[in-house]
């Protein structure tokens, strides 16, 4: 059963950069997989940040950016703020009308 | 602006069954299929199962295939999740969610909890 990967965790100091990647346990992500991404703080819904790879979501910031890198999808937040610190998942579609989402990655920013 | 409000969560007994209902505004609900979505208790999302615009082909995770049902009613914009046989396990907050139109999810509802207990 092949599964959607994510860091558990990360940390970034503020005003920095960071990339959370989106793998596969068995193959690559593509843009054939439609990667997006959701940021959820503790107790709400989650929100959407990123479709289809690199799209972003209405009202998002350009300081949340998607890609591809390497066998991976990317989120990388340019200039971390106070409040970007939350949990981050991603979201593939595996084909045949499934999707599976990552553990998620909890980022601190510090 | 986009809505989508779930209901019908509860506590209820292994093996017990649930409809769970969500009421879309905001958008012409006929042209958009829809997701439920859940999270556990700490845990993180899980894709449960997804509607296509006329209700026609749905598709579900295996985790829940053959106990859950999603089915919508256009004439109401409304989507259901129909629980049965359910599982400590099927505890979490569920999510309905619309479907962006490129594989991806663009509106999320705020969940209604589920608890599977006896």
């Known amino acids: 059963q092949t599964v959607v990967t994510q860091e558990p965790s990360f940390s970034v100091s503020p005003g920095e950069t960071v990339t959370l990647t989106c793998g596969l346990s068995?193959?690559?992500?593509?843009?054939?997989?439609?990667p997006s991404w959701y940021q959820q703080t503790p107790g709400q819904a989650p929100r959407t940040l990123i479709y289809s790879t690199n799209i972003r979501s209405s009202g998002v910031p350009d300081r949340f950016s998607g890609s591809i890198l390497g066998n991976k999808a990317a989120l990388t937040i340019t200039g971390a703020q106070a409040d970007d610190e939350c949990d981050y998942y991603c979201m593939l579609y595996m084909g045949g009308g499934i999707w599976m989402f990552g553990g998620g990655t909890k980022l601190t920013v510090l | 602006q986009v809505q989508v409000v779930e209901s019908g969560g509860g506590v209820v007994q292994p093996g017990g069954s649930l409809r769970l209902s969500c009421e879309a505004s905001g958008f012409t609900f006929i042209n958009y299929a829809m997701h439920w979505v859940r999270q556990a208790p700490g845990k993180g999302l899980e894709w449960v199962a997804h509607?296509?615009?006329?209700?026609?082909?749905?598709w579900y995770a295996d985790s829940v295939k053959g106990r859950f049902t999603i089915s919508r009613d256009n004439s109401k914009n409304t989507v259901y999740l129909q629980l049965n046989s359910l599982r400590v396990e099927d505890s979490a907050v569920y999510y309905c969610?619309?479907?962006?139109?490129?594989?991806?999810?663009?509106?999320w509802g705020q969940g209604t909890l589920v608890t599977v207990s006896s």
């Open positions: 068995s193959g690559s992500v593509s843009t054939s997989s439609y």
């Open positions: 969610a619309k479907d962006g139109g490129n594989w991806n999810i663009d509106h």
């Open positions: 509607v296509k615009t006329d209700g026609n082909v749905k």
